[in-house]
T-cell receptor
């Protein structure tokens, strides 16, 4: 059974810092890995999707890497801003039929960026 | 991303009553919809997968008679929590997949 772990559980940083969120998974036979953002009381926003054949994806200040063989992924956030404050979820896709199907989520990292 | 609308966003109900949650894909057809549940300080857990026009597939440990899922059209799936109890209080969220993909906004269910 796939298990996804995220470290740290919570992180508080001053504005402007670069930071790294970590995600590890136990079964390397994955189809994809995604990083989501969840704001309080709201749904999920997909930030980056990495297919199993890829090693990284970038979007603006965000960069996600994937090392499938070691079961690890990192989300790098550059020049953090207060608006980045949210819960960040890592999810592994075990179903090749869809990128939103049968996702196994980590417990999330609660990020607080203070001015 | 694609727009998926989930309703209601919050609901409080009395123990023993049933609650229906709707998940709609607004700008695309969704052949498959997924229902997840998130308890406080825990990760999202997949409850069931529903394909349009067929019975839902439930994950181990999820009672199919308690959590009724209907996916009668390509744009709508419903989750009905029957005879709700306080332990069913949770955050329920759907995702839709087909011509596009997206997550709903989630429903905070509180059973009192």
């Amino acid at each position: 059974k796939q298990e996804v772990t995220q470290i740290p559980a919570a992180l508080s940083v001053p504005e402007g810092e670069n930071l790294v969120l970590n995600c590890s998974f136990t079964d390397s036979a994955i189809y994809n890995l995604q990083w989501f953002r969840q704001d309080p009381g709201k749904g999920l926003t997909s930030l980056l999707l990495i297919q199993s054949s890829q090693r990284e994806q970038t979007s603006g200040r965000l960069n996600a890497s994937l090392d499938k063989s070691s079961g690890r992924s990192t989300l790098y956030i550059a020049a953090s801003q207060p608006g980045d404050s949210a819960t960040y979820l890592c999810a592994v896709g075990d179903d090749g039929g869809t990128s939103y199907g049968k996702l196994t989520f980590g417990q999330g990292t609660i990020l607080t960026v203070h001015p | 991303g694609a727009v998926v609308s989930q309703h209601p966003s919050r609901v409080i109900c009395k123990s023993g009553t049933s609650v229906k949650i709707e998940c709609r894909s607004l700008d695309f057809q969704a052949t498959t919809m997924f229902w997840y549940r998130q308890f406080p300080k825990q990760s999202l857990m997949l409850m069931a997968t529903s394909n349009e026009g067929s019975k839902a597939t439930y994950e181990q440990g999820v009672e199919k008679d308690k959590f009724l899922i209907n996916h009668a059209s390509l744009t709508l799936s419903t989750l009905t929590v029957t005879s709700a109890h306080p332990e069913d209080s949770s955050f329920y969220i759907c995702s839709a997949s087909g011509q596009a993909e997206g997550f709903g906004q989630g429903t905070r269910l509180t059973v009192v």
